[in-house]
């Protein structure tokens, strides 16, 4: 099996920066693409990062030039650097990773459990 496990979510004043980090471990050979989805009662969840295992990244227009998607290989890591945070970002991120088994090498889909993220105005 697979986990992941998200941490540095709070509660972080306008403006300000909070840096969210998610490890896999388990059965893994290989991680292929993994990124950040925020969820906000009422809504459907959103992709908010993307990054590839080459490093390539995309990102939702609402957080264009203010979060920074990133990953350490070697750790099966990934982190989302969030400056300039609104209250708008207020949301439960979760992880997510298109991981390889190392038992059978099929790519299967895992989640994090999530973690809350409030920016207060």
């Not at 496990?5 to 004043?13: K, R």
């Amino acid at each position: 099996q697979v986990r992941l496990v998200e941490s540095g979510g709070g509660l972080v004043q306008a403006g300000g920066s909070l840096r969210l980090s998610c490890a896999a471990s388990g059965s893994i050979f290989s991680i292929n693409a993994m990124g950040w989805y925020r969820h906000t009662p009422g809504k459907q969840r959103e992709l908010v990062a993307a990054i590839t295992s080459g490093g390539s990244t995309d990102y939702a227009d609402s957080v264009k030039g203010r979060f920074t998607i990133s990953r350490d290989n070697a750790k099966n890591t990934v982190y989302l650097q969030m400056n300039s945070l609104k209250p708008e970002d207020t949301a439960v991120y979760y992880c997510n990773a298109e991981v390889v088994w190392l038992r059978n090498r099929q790519p299967n889909t895992f989640w994090g459990q999530g973690t809350q993220v409030t920016v207060s105005s």
